[in-house]
């Protein structure tokens, strides 16, 4: 009988962190989490989008370079150097979301660390909810289109040891990302066994709040929506996911949290329930992944690629033909 390979991961979830709070405290919370990531034998530790700063897209800079005091001109730095020592200290590796500035381009980021400190994989978000320019009939901007450009980066998977394991297939996407079962496929068709992912999401749909005669999307349909595309984007796709949240009333914006770990049948294994820092944990077999990619979701057996031109020769959605009864 072959060894099982187990990684033990965790969902660090976030409290708010309001826009006065330094760098330095943020930090601070985070290496905390670790630390109690470590006692219960956490192996890799999952951090939210934009986990070093409050959620700043809800802010209006006129002046875009205004917006640099939220972004990271270098990682490691200064203040963020006690993740990299704490993962050394515990050996354990993390995944960090934060605002990057490379010279003059902007992006919404995440990082995978491993134990050493080294940086394995970086992502840089595709999917960027929201609009470039202030809007006056939201109660909350969204300016991830003003302060971020599109990743480049494409939906990267690397092979890499973790915990005890000699190499795992991890691979990462933001927020809005896991809406999109294309991400999904992407990181699918390069046999991805664990997907990280941050999110910071309101409890309110603001889109919905400014159109006139709106439908209502209720805040447990929000939940519900992230949970669903977290759980089929890991079922069809035959992997685990960890996908954790910032939570409670930031800057006066309320996030739903809920944090999530699912495994590769689309169940949740451990959820968030609180509303400040909180760490949950699962233990994941990775051999788990197989059941899926060898029967239903044997890609190279049962995809018709063929039949999905439409998925990447077209954006938006066209109209049908019509069928006129005779
Ligand atoms: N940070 C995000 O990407 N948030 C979006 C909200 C705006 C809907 C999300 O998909 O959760």
Redesign the pocket.
């Given at each position: 009988m072959p060894m099982s390979r187990i990684l033990t991961v965790a969902a660090a979830q976030l409290g708010p962190i309001q826009a006065a709070e330094p760098r330095t405290s943020a930090v601070a919370r985070m290496v905390r989490l670790m630390e109690r990531a470590h006692r219960r034998g956490v192996e890799l530790v999952v951090f939210p989008?934009?986990a070093l700063t409050t959620?700043f897209?809800r802010h209006y800079h006129e002046d875009i370079a205004e917006a640099d005091l939220w972004f990271e001109p270098s990682m490691p730095s200064i203040e963020t150097a006690p993740l990299f020592d704490a993962a050394r200290r515990f050996g354990i590796g993390f995944h960090l979301g934060y605002a990057e500035r490379a010279g003059t381009r902007r992006f919404?980021t995440a990082i995978l660390v491993a134990p050493s400190g080294e940086i394995v994989l970086k992502y840089r978000?595709v999917?960027?909810?929201?609009h470039a320019e202030f809007d006056p009939a939201r109660r909350v901007q969204?300016l991830?289109k003003r302060y971020f450009e599109v990743g480049d980066l494409g939906f990267p998977v690397i092979e890499a040891p973790m915990g005890t394991l000699d190499g795992i297939n991890m691979g990462m996407m933001?927020?809005?990302?896991?809406?999109w079962p294309e991400a999904w496929r992407v990181l699918g068709l390069q046999s991805v066994e664990l997907v990280m992912l941050g999110?910071?999401?309101?409890t309110t749909?603001?889109?919905a709040a400014t159109q006139a005669g709106a439908a209502f999307e209720a805040p447990h349909l929000?939940v519900f929506h992230?949970h669903l595309s977290v759980q089929a984007g890991a079922y069809q796709n035959a992997t685990f996911a960890v996908a954790t949240a910032k939570t409670g009333i930031e800057d006066g914006c309320e996030l739903f949290g809920h944090s999530i770990i699912v495994n590769p049948q689309g169940e949740i294994v451990a959820q968030a329930t609180g509303r400040g820092d909180e760490l949950i944990t699962a233990d994941c077999d990775l051999d788990q992944c197989r059941l899926g990619r060898t029967s239903i979701f044997d890609f190279a057996r049962h995809r018709r690629p063929e039949a999905y031109e439409r998925i990447i020769d077209q954006v938006g959605a066209i109209s049908p033909p019509r069928f006129i009864p005779r």
């Open positions: 989008e934009l959620f897209p919404n978000k999917h960027l909810p929201g969204h991830e933001i927020c809005n990302d896991r809406r999110y910071n999401t309101p749909n603001q889109d929000r992230s």
